[in-house]
């Protein structure tokens, strides 16, 4: 069974800052992408940031320069970095990982519970 397990989210003003972190366990071969989506209430759910197992990664437009995306290989986590958080940010935010469970197994995306991010103005 394989668990993503996301913390770090809360409640902020505006233009402040707060870090999410995700961490993956259970039976885990590789892991090729990790990141973070969110959806806010009435829209779909929308990628935030990906992280490739090589330390790629890709953003939302939205996000670009307000958010940093990290990962570590060795531990199975992936961290998401918010400054200048903005109201449009409020939105249950999911951990996501592309993962293989067996050697001979394709990769499947699993995901987290979600946690709350609110910004006020």
């Known amino acids: 069974q394989v668990q993503l397990v996301e913390s770090g989210g809360g409640l902020v003003r505006a233009g402040g800052s707060l870090r999410l972190s995700c961490a993956a366990s259970g039976s885990i071969v590789s892991i090729n992408r990790m990141g973070w989506y969110r959806q806010a209430p009435g829209k779909q759910r929308a990628l935030v940031a990906v992280?490739?197992?090589?330390?790629?990664?890709d953003y939302a437009d939205s996000v670009k320069g307000r958010f940093i995306i990290s990962r570590d290989n060795a531990k199975n986590t992936v961290d998401l970095q918010m400054d200048s958080l903005k109201s449009e940010d409020t939105a249950v935010y999911y951990c996501?990982?592309?993962?293989?469970?067996?050697?001979?197994?394709?990769?499947?995306?699993?995901w987290g519970q979600g946690t709350q991010v609110t910004v006020s103005e």
């Open positions: 996501y990982g592309n993962l293989r469970r067996r050697l001979w197994d394709s990769s499947y995306d699993y």
């Open positions: 992280i490739t197992s090589g330390g790629s990664t």
